[in-house]
């Protein structure tokens, strides 16, 4: 059985079996792109990350440094945050409760406490990266 498909920009003609092929191979590159876009970013933060784990942290002062580098700009950013945040980090981080037993302690749900304390993340990350 023969089927006349659209093949680069001009019509062919072809068995039904090519036909199929050509539009799983389609169907398949599709996809691929598709995640290919998805992952791209991940891919170049993951690339950055390796070189710096095998590169930088080898030397044992660089080390030391970056790390004390972050700790000050994270310190920094949390004595910006309001009261309430700051009281979150702490319960959450520093005393080690749950979530759960830090909702309690605002007096709300889990749920909302849970968040909150995503969207704090996601501004303390913004913050340490300027």
């Known amino acids: 059985m023969q089927q006349t498909i659209l093949y680069n920009g ?14 799983q ?20 933060l993951e690339t950055a990350e390796t070189l710096i784990r095998y590169n930088v942290f080898n030397d ?11 700790l000050e700009r994270l310190r920094k950013v949390i004595s910006d945050l309001d009261d309430e945040s700051r009281w979150l980090i702490e319960l959450h981080y520093f ?3 749950s979530l759960t037993a830090t909702a309690e302690f605002f007096g709300i749900s ?21």
């Open 95 to 97: 005393e080690e409760r």
């Open 110 to 130: 889990k749920q909302a406490l849970s968040k909150r304390h995503t969207q704090l993340l996601k501004k303390m990350r913004k913050s340490m990266e300027t």
């Open 25 to 44: 191979e389609r169907r398949r590159e599709q996809a691929e792109e598709r995640s290919d876009r998805r992952h791209k970013d991940y891919t170049d």
């Open 60 to 70: 044992p002062v660089l080390s030391e440094v970056i790390r004390k580098d972050t």
């Open 10 to 23: 001009s019509e062919v003609v072809v068995s039904k079996e090519v036909a199929e092929f050509l539009e």
